[in-house]
């Protein structure tokens, strides 16, 4: 054989076995977290397109994924199972500890697992069908909530808005039906544990959101010290994701943005406790504001992940979950599980003010623990910061 014959035949082997090795090891990988988020952009979609494996070869396969039985819950109602331990989404030797199974149930019935039905946003489309805007109250901050709704109705006059009550009084809520936009919604703890209830951990929070995804495909978290000033209209900001989810060199392929810099290091109101649940590495990442910035959970905004229906067809059965944003789906099982979204030594009042490299002694709740998982999802706060146009805040009660 000719020399050029044989280096042919070397390669076209070495090729072939390295798209068997490539197909393995997304098979493999298909528990992260992350991937979902990776198969945003158009390239990946076409790319498992032209694989044209056939449906029944990977759902095959992924039932026979074995779940460590120290991480599976069962469905009572499907009997499906689940894992429930977080694995760090760049590295799969982390592992979380194990959120209760009891909260399965809640996690069917918010649809964040097994919902097929469920309809999805694609990014790559500037269009949206139903954009809500979703903000929650008690009554120390009915006052907070007029402003902050005030500038929303003066740029959107037709704009929905959901508020939640938490436990919100008669005559508050007799004042908000003058307001035909708004829609108060009691926020129904009884379905939640008991902590759920303790209002200073947030937990409300994680739920709202969930509960708000579950109803609608295009959120936008806006709490009652936001003030939205100069809102970038949506149009434009939608676009923008759009192009980038066209673009392989925008890195800004988050279903979950944020808007606004809380000016302090994720490192600085990091309690340990909650890396028990969503271990991390390289926590010198964490501590500066090139990568690790907070920011605020004041102002979110969060589309049912983007991936169509072709691409979810390899996702049925036990990894339903991936379709929604498993980024969610981890952080409702962090507000319900007790020691997760309130490590032991956690508080709200810090030491000293958060900085950069240095522990300020505080925790940030529900703010800490969904920077943490997007941190963990893309290692760099940019992929999922965004300019919503021009945004303040305000820090008393009233
Ligand atoms: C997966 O497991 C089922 C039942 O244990 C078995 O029938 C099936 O052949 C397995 N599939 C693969 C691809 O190993
Ligand atoms: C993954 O985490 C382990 C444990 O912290 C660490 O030893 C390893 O270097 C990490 N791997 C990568 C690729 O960062
Ligand atoms: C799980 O939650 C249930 C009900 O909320 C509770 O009774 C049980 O003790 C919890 N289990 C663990 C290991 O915390
Ligand atoms: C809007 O909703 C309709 C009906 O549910 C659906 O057919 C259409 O694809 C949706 N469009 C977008 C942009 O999501
Ligand atoms: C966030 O705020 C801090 C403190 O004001 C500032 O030092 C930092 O440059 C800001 N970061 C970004 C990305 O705007």
Redesign the pocket.
């Known amino acids: 054989m000719k020399p050029r014959a044989k280096a042919l035949i070397f390669y076209g082997a070495l090729s072939t076995i390295m798209l068997v090795v490539l197909v393995f090891q997304s098979d493999k990988v298909s528990y992260s977290p992350t991937l979902p988020l990776n198969l945003f952009s158009a390239s990946n979609f076409e790319l498992w397109n032209r694989f044209g494996r056939t449906e029944e070869n990977f759902a095959e396969k992924r039932e026979n994924v074995s779940i460590d039985k120290n991480c599976e819950c069962i469905s009572k109602k499907t009997q499906k199972s689940y894992d429930f331990c977080y694995k760090n989404p760049k590295n799969s030797s982390l592992i979380g500890r194990r959120f209760n199974c009891s909260y399965l149930k809640i996690l069917e019935d918010l649809k964040l697992v097994d919902a097929p039905d469920q309809s999805l946003v694609n990014l790559a489309n500037p269009d949206r069908n139903e954009t809500i805007f979703v903000s929650a109250i008690s009554d120390n901050h009915f006052g907070n909530f007029k402003e902050m709704y005030k500038l929303i109705k003066q740029h959107w006059p037709n704009q929905k808005v959901i508020l939640y009550s938490l436990e919100l009084s008669a005559i508050y809520i007799k004042k908000l039906k003058t307001e035909r936009n708004v829609e108060v919604r009691e926020f129904d703890t009884s379905k939640y544990p008991k902590h759920v209830k303790n209002w200073a951990e947030y937990r409300f929070k994680a739920l709202i959101l969930a509960e708000a995804m579950r109803d609608f495909p295009n959120v936008w978290w806006t709490d009652s010290h936001n003030r939205w000033n100069q809102p970038k209209p949506l149009a434009q900001f939608y676009g923008e994701i759009a192009e980038c989810m066209g673009d392989i060199d925008c890195d800004k392929k988050s279903s979950i943005f944020m808007f606004v810099?809380?000016?302090?290091s994720n490192y600085a109101v990091l309690t340990d406790g909650l890396l028990d649940y969503f271990p991390t590495y390289g926590v010198n990442t964490l501590k500066y504001?090139?990568k690790g910035?907070q920011l605020s959970a004041a102002f979110v905004y969060l589309a049912r992940t983007p991936l169509t229906l072709d691409i979810l067809k390899w996702y049925v059965g036990q990894t339903q979950n991936l379709k929604k944003n498993l980024d969610y789906f981890r952080h409702t099982l962090c507000a319900l599980e007790e020691r997760c979204m309130n490590p032991p030594s956690a508080k709200l009042k810090c030491d000293r003010v958060p900085q950069w490299d240095r522990y300020a002694g505080c925790f940030r709740y529900d703010q800490s623990s969904l920077n943490l998982l997007m941190f963990n999802s893309f290692r760099d706060?940019?992929h999922y910061?965004m300019d919503a146009g021009e945004v303040s805040r305000t820090y008393s009660h009233y």
Not at 261 to 264: E, K
């Open positions: 810099n809380a000016t302090h504001n090139d910035l706060h940019n910061f």
